[in-house]
T-cell receptor, first 116, second 116 residues
């Protein structure tokens, strides 16, 4: 398996622009997680899905952020409009129902977002 | 709620030194415990895990023992190498509620630097 695949690896955009981050989870995994990592705040859970349904979005910072999972093999995290304080590394992770106790998550390599 | 408290970093050691990174937790049920490692520019990777009390997880010379009596899961390595320089995250996945709850709770991470 190719693992969790995120794209793009790096994104530089201007303030006010829309940014879309993409994630392909491991085939067969029922859960998908979006995390944000910054020096100041560490690793923050933004939202997670179970069987394509959002379960907990309490970590989404504000209405500028939205996430979708239209099918089991694809998810997007969108920021509109983007601001410099959104600059961070965004990680996607997936896990299989009932396996979290044993195996934890598999993380993607992340998208480094810079908003100038 | 669940929480993970990690030793504050950064930690700097000389090559071949003994390493301990402390981790304590609070949980509602009977959690599984994990250590993840993040190398520069990469995503988090599962380093080791323990699923029940007194279990010892081990990998790449690292070890951690699940101590229920002290609610701890300290990471140790007898002789560190420069290649061990990374950020280490302690995490737990609680057993309660069991269904529909695959959320991992992470500590803040400890940055480790090994100097030759």
């Amino acid at each position: 398996d190719a693992g969790v695949i995120q794209s793009p690896r790096h994104e530089v955009t201007e303030m006010g622009q829309e940014v879309t981050l993409r994630c392909k989870p491991i085939s067969g995994h029922d859960y998908l997680f979006w995390y944000r990592q910054t020096m100041m705040r560490g690793l923050e859970l933004l939202i997670y899905f179970n069987n394509n349904v959002p379960i907990d979005d309490s970590g989404m910072p504000e209405d500028r952020f939205s996430a979708k999972m239209p099918n089991a093999s694809f998810s997007t995290l969108k920021i509109q409009p983007s601001e410099p304080r959104d600059s961070a590394v965004y990680f996607c992770a997936s896990s299989e129902e009932g396996q979290g106790l044993v195996y934890g998550y598999t993380f993607g390599s992340g998208t480094r977002l810079t908003v100038v | 709620g669940d929480s993970v408290t990690q030793m504050e970093g950064p930690v700097t050691l000389s090559e071949e030194a003994f390493l301990t990174i402390n981790c304590t937790y609070t949980a509602t049920g009977y959690p599984s415990l994990f250590w993840y490692v993040q190398y520069p520019g990469e995503g988090l990777q599962l380093l080791l895990k323990a699923t029940k009390a007194d279990d010892k997880g081990s990998n790449k010379g690292f070890e951690a023992t699940y101590r229920k009596e002290t609610t701890s899961f300290h990471l140790e390595k007898g002789s560190v190498q420069v290649s061990d320089s990374a950020v280490y995250f302690c995490a737990l996945r609680d057993s309660e509620p069991n269904f529909g709850n695959e959320k991992l709770t992470f500590g803040t991470g400890t940055r480790l630097t090994i100097i030759p």
